[in-house]
């Protein structure tokens, strides 16, 4: 795949250099003490990705640069252990593409199969591109397909490396009603990094644009100190050899930053076309593998992550009980530490706290408290230091994809004057998915302000009653199943709401559920509630029939907007 990045950039040669010469030039640049590292202007083909590691005060640019990734198991940017860099300029793609795309030639409710067939250009149909998961999108607008739902078949299959088949068990059929002959059809692979960073502190990424990634584009774990984030996501150009532009950008969020014990600002970015959420923003649901005294031990389904360096002592650790996810008491840490020889009988423990995840590794870390909890295996706590508290979130645009513009379960935040449009699900939600991927926590003082939401939420999710984040901005709980009890009390805190202006939204454009403390100020909304069947009988008990929904909360201020 050769790329023209710009049209000034046209007579730069290509660069087709292995993954180690680029490498060289990084590791080359750091022995010498340089602290300002230039990428050479063109096109940079790597067979692995780019290890960058242990650097402090270094500036790395590529003006001009494009990073082409070849191996989508391997490939990006792996960043660990710097302080004080900052990455700017360069444009990162992979080849092949971690997607493919094509058109849906037939569909057979009766029997529940869906043939397709590849756009030239696009890669065939080997193992890693076959999946029971889709996209579908318009012909006409080359956008997500407003009334399709996510695509879930029970599998699917090649025919030929150029036509595939999804097929769907009859409790699975629903979705065909939604999907037509003609609409335009992706999937993707899930698999690694656009860029990840660990362990690091004081990150600049300035000017930087991706264009596709095998999963999450940009990807921040345990870091610390003040970090900022000025960047792209966005679809690509035309591959060669294709007459059908790309559909998609990064195959799973633009953004996520998680385990983090500082908040980040980011401003100016532009996100659009991903698999999944603009911004993920999240902490820890650790689950309790087993209580005794003041001691936990704590349990997650990987290897070693890098928890015991961002937990410290005093950090406060919150008591949370399995089902509704309820607050049951606090605590403070002593100590924590991995057990390098974790009791292997804990592994029976997986399948249910973790359902998402498939094997049989897991991590142990014991937690020494000040005080007991009230705890027993398969419960929960969440510690709010690494919960990634006090962020920015300002003038930036997200745009036309799946899933969530920004899903916040973190607390002290700011967000103000964003452009959210054409995003599948709920614009804004606040408040922890315990559930699944066990992301925490409840949220405390957080302000929204001078957001602008535009034809949003019209997933079928809403109107299947299933969703438990129905508004367009959702303060939102939900516990491990739908009649879980709900908690004693509102555990949200001190959120504000005003000037925000909520456009034609599938359901209500502001929900509220399970917070105390709440202030919906001079908001301009028109046209919520425009799925009908979103108000009917929602499974979770929410009331959606009405442009602000209010549930299971307390001392909520409502200040009409004109």
């Not at 340089?34 to 590529?62: N, T, Y």
Request: aromatic share 6%; with cysteine.
């Amino acid at each position: 795949m050769k790329h023209a990045l710009l049209a000034c950039c046209l007579l730069i040669p290509s660069l087709a250099v292995r993954a180690a010469d680029i490498q060289t030039l990084l590791d080359d640049a750091v022995a010498k003490g340089e602290k300002r590292i230039v990428i050479p202007p063109g096109e940079h083909r790597l067979d692995e990705a780019l290890k960058i590691k242990d650097l402090s005060g270094v500036e790395i640019v590529g003006e001009e640069a494009l990073l082409v990734f070849t191996n989508v198991r391997d490939g990006g940017l792996a960043i660990a252990d710097c302080e004080n860099l900052t990455l700017r300029g360069f444009t990162i793609d992979f080849d092949p593409l971690p997607f493919t795309q094509g058109v849906i030639e037939s569909v057979d409710a009766e029997k529940g199969v869906v043939r397709y067939t590849v756009h030239e250009g696009y890669p065939d149909l080997t193992a890693d591109y076959v999946s029971h998961r889709a996209h579908i999108f318009t012909p006409d607008t080359r956008v997500w397909k407003p009334s399709a739902p996510d695509i879930y078949a029970s599998s699917g299959r090649a025919l030929t490396p150029r036509r595939g088949e999804l097929v769907f068990a009859r409790d699975r059929r629903w979705q065909l009603a939604h999907v037509a002959p003609g609409d335009l059809i992706v999937q993707d692979i899930r698999r690694e990094r656009g860029v990840r960073i660990d362990r690091c502190s004081d990150i600049t990424v300035e000017g930087v644009t991706i264009w596709s990634a095998p999963g999450i584009a940009m990807t921040v774990r345990f870091v610390d100190g003040e970090n900022r984030f000025s960047f792209r996501v966005g679809r690509g150009p035309t591959p060669p050899g294709a007459t059908e532009p790309r559909l998609l950008s990064t195959s799973a969020d633009a953004f996520n930053y998680a385990y983090a014990r500082t908040g980040l600002v980011l401003e100016n970015c532009d996100f659009s076309f991903m698999g999944d959420d603009s911004v993920n923003l999240h902490g820890i649901a650790f689950a309790v593998a087993e209580s005794e005294g003041s001691t936990l031990r704590l349990i997650r389904p990987y290897g070693h992550e890098a928890f015991d360096k961002v937990i410290r002592p005093g950090d406060e650790v919150r008591g949370i009980a399995q089902g509704n996810f309820d607050i049951t008491g606090s605590s403070t840490v002593v100590s924590v530490a991995r057990e390098s020889s974790p009791d292997p009988r804990f592994v029976e423990l997986l399948p249910t706290l973790f359902p998402h995840v498939r094997g049989e590794r897991f991590s142990i870390y014991r937690l020494e408290l000040t005080a007991p909890l009230a705890l027993a295996a398969g419960d929960f706590v969440e510690i709010p230091a690494i919960a990634a508290a006090g962020y920015t979130i300002r003038n930036n645009r997200f745009g036309h994809h799946r899933g969530r513009a920004l899903r916040l379960m973190s607390s002290r935040g700011l967000v103000e004057n964003n452009h959210i449009e054409g995003v599948k699900q709920a614009a804004i939600t606040l408040g922890p998915e315990f559930v699944g991927f066990r992301e925490a926590g409840w949220v405390e003082n957080v302000v929204l302000r001078g957001n602008t939401i535009l034809d949003s939420c019209f997933d079928p999710g809403l109107v299947r009653h299933a969703s438990y984040t129905p508004g367009a901005i959702s303060v939102m709980h939900r516990g491990e199943t739908p009649d879980a009890p709900r908690p004693v009390v509102a555990r949200h805190r001190n959120i504000t709401i005003e000037n925000n202006r909520i456009e034609n939204v599938g359901g209500p454009a502001i929900h509220i559920n399970q917070a105390a403390g709440v202030r919906i100020v001079n908001n301009r909304i028109s046209r919520a509630n425009q799925a009908p069947a979103a108000a009917n009988n929602n499974r979770y008990g929410l009331t959606t029939d009405r442009p602000i929904g209010i549930d299971a909360s307390e001392d909520v201020l409502v200040v009409p907007g004109e």
